[in-house]
């Protein structure tokens, strides 16, 4: 049985069409792992195996002979019958796996091999092939423990096995996937495009990498590595070179292929997919808090990066692709069937196929890239513009021109600490998508507060008697140096706010545009900084020549208005980064307002609009009660 099992092997290149550098490469590489099976402390622990790895090794020698002529076909075959000696020896699986690492080395160099794929592997691609094609046997999970697994011999590998990980290159799951493994239930996949074998064996090189890197963890410097390095070596190798940093660098890298291929515009959608995608398996471990906290990060750190980009194309899929990730994340907190849950997320990674379609599989084109930039700037500016102009125009309406230094040391404070914060996140520490989330929700509740303050505070003034007050009391006076610092404090808080997202949103854009694209980028900010700076004039110059009553009466309700935005918008910031609890409710979502359909948010802003209608009713009772006391006169009245 063993010499037909031998003839078999032989034969193997001629039946999958294989080069026997090739075949040679793969067997090498799978010796070298699955000798550990066999021997221990110079003890057979297997029979079977080890019969079946001294096969194997008498294959190779025999191999070995097709081999074309080079100056390294003497080093090679010598060093295979080293292997073979080791073996018949039942030397220590170290120094086995060893000589085989020693041995892919010499076959890479010496023969040319093309051991790197062509360009990014797809972890998504390759997750879906593998449920498609690998699941019934290896499982879902990759345990080697799928339906099929107990009718076969030898067993589906565990692809989670730390050891068995340790031991294995990327370029031996790929020839193994291209090959096949004779005398098993694997069939080589020849058929299979390059790239997504490339895919497959990336995706299953990492499902012993996932517990190494955690969910949250930032990106990595890649500099010392290359491609090469990550495909032809093992984890084990790279740490013994390395150390524990080259162990876990080599685990970063298998699960974030792009940081040596290079970003593209498509890599942060890649990105929330493969996030989706963990976020579904560990809930079918039954880990919905892992898989919940993994939903956010596909948001935060995968789709939202490309929201203004997508926008720029189609909004409406960008709000469908927002909408269903929030779906998704109340999905695994109700502890929705498995069912529904997989459904979701084969919803959503169709909906991120779409929108990478959509940009654009490489980098943006010149014109994406100035429509993009021009959108972001406008969306996010808007609101801090806004503000800005209603409170200059407030300090010039009421004589207070001195108090504009106060507001613009605010809004030069949010600028430089905007240069700042982009200093850092470029070339100091990564920004995570919770951090950005957590900032913005909670500026932008802090200006809610004050925005709802000055607000009332302005419409308090425009009651008869008080408006009387406080024209005797004269502007200077109300205006003390502390309320002057309170407008500076809102400017910063409301201009850093959207300094702080249109800088990483920025740095996105950046990374997704080529050299040609990226000027346009530059043209895109200045038109929509142009355009803001119209918008703030024209606040400026109209509401200043209403009277002075009547602009405070208008100036309040536009802050009570801003106040409700914020609200929302800050609620909506904080349930994106999960610390807030998310009820979806049926209703229009009106982004400009701060309006979206979820039970939070809404409450929130209702309650603040019935405070503010509270407070302006018993503001114009206390006027009316005023006004109907003996000695305030009809003059009075119309002061």
């Known amino acids: 049985m063993r010499a037909l099992w031998t003839g078999l092997l032989l ?14 490469q793969q067997m090498v590489d799978y010796l070298g792992v699955d000798y550990r099976e066999a021997v221990s402390a110079g003890e057979v622990v297997n029979a079977a195996e080890y019969e079946e790895m001294q096969d194997f090794a008498r294959t190779l020698e025999e191999l070995s002979r097709e081999l074309p002529d080079t100056e390294s076909k003497a080093a090679i075959q010598a060093e295979l019958r080293r292997l073979r000696t080791l073996v ?24 040319g091999l093309s051991v790197v794929p062509s360009k990014l592997p797809d972890l998504l691609r390759g997750a879906r092939l593998y449920a498609d094609n690998c699941a019934s046997c290896h499982g879902v999970d990759g345990r080697g423990n799928g339906p099929l697994a107990a009718t076969l011999e030898p ?15 990327l370029y031996g799951l790929y020839s193994t996937i291209t090959h096949g493994v004779e005398g098993t239930a694997m069939e080589g996949w020849t058929g299979l495009p390059e790239q997504d074998r490339w895919s497959l064996a990336f995706y299953v090189g990492g499902l012993a990498a996932l517990p190494i890197v955690s969910a949250h963890s930032a990106p990595m410097d890649a500099s010392s590595f290359t491609r090469e390095m990550l495909t032809t070596r093992t984890p084990g190798e790279l740490e013994a070179e390395m150390g524990t940093r080259g162990a876990q660098l080599a685990a970063w890298l298998r699960l974030h292929p792009e940081a040596l291929w290079g970003e593209t515009g498509g890599s942060a959608l890649q990105y929330a997919a493969r996030k989706l995608e963990e976020s579904r398996r560990a809930y079918h471990r039954g880990e919905a808090g892992a898989a919940h906290d993994l939903a956010v ?18 909004s409406r899929l960008r709000r469908q692709i927002e909408s269903e990730m929030t779906r998704y994340r109340g999905m695994l907190k109700d502890g929705a069937p498995r069912q529904e849950v997989d459904a979701q997320v084969e919803r959503l990674q169709a909906l991120l196929d779409e929108a990478g379609t959509k940009l654009g599989s490489t980098l943006l084109a010149p014109a994406t890239a100035f429509t993009s930039a021009l959108v972001i700037l406008l969306r996010e500016g808007l609101e801090a513009i806004l503000v800005i102009a209603a409170l200059a125009a407030f300090l010039v309406k009421t004589g207070r ?16 600490l905007g240069l700042l914060t982009w200093f850092v996140s470029a070339y100091l520490v990564e920004i995570g998508g919770a951090g950005r989330e957590l900032t913005e929700g909670f500026a932008a509740l802090f200006a809610a507060l004050m925005l709802f303050y000055v607000g009332f505070w302005l419409h308090s003034k425009t009651g008869a008697a008080q408006w009387k007050a406080f024209i005797q009391g004269s502007v200077q006076k109300a205006l003390s140096r502390g309320t002057l610092w309170g407008l500076s404090l809102l400017a910063f808080v409301a201009v850093y706010r959207e300094i702080f997202e249109t800088v990483l949103f920025y740095q996105a854009l950046w990374l997704q545009t080529g050299g040609e694209g990226r000027g346009m980028i530059f043209t ?3 038109v929509a900084a142009g355009v803001l700076v119209l918008l703030g004039w024209g606040i400026l110059r109209y509401s200043t020549r209403l009277p002075l009553r009547q602009f405070f009466a208008a100036t309040g309700i536009f802050m009570f208005v801003l106040a409700v935005v914020f609200a929302g918008k800050g609620i909506a910031a904080l349930q994106e980064a999960g610390k807030l ?24 802003q ?10 302006l009713w018993r503001a114009g009772r206390r006027e009316r009660a005023v006004a109907g006391a003996p000695g305030v006169t009809d003059r009075g009245r119309r002061a």
């Open 11 to 24: 034969l193997a290149g001629v039946v999958h069409g294989a080069e026997p550098v090739q075949r040679i």
């Open 581 to 604: 609890s998310f009820s979806r409710v049926d209703f229009p979502s009106v982004e400009l307002l701060g309006i979206y359909p979820n039970l939070e948010g809404l409450l929130t």
């Open 88 to 111: 018949d020896e039942r030397a220590d699986p170290e120094e086995v796996a060893a000589v085989a690492s020693g041995l892919r080395r010499l076959l890479i160099s010496g023969y």
């Open 606 to 615: 209702s309650a603040l609009v019935l405070l503010a209608a509270l407070l």
């Open 524 to 526: 895109g900010f200045a």
């Open 297 to 314: 990060t596909a948001y935060l750190e995968g789709f939202e990066l490309v929201e203004g980009n997508l926008d720029a194309v189609d």
């Open 401 to 416: 021109r001195d108090g504009l230094r106060y507001l613009y040391f605010g809004t030069g404070a949010a600028f430089g």
């Open 155 to 169: 067993p589906p590998t565990d692809f989670t096995d730390p050891e068995r990980y340790r031991k294995r290159t």
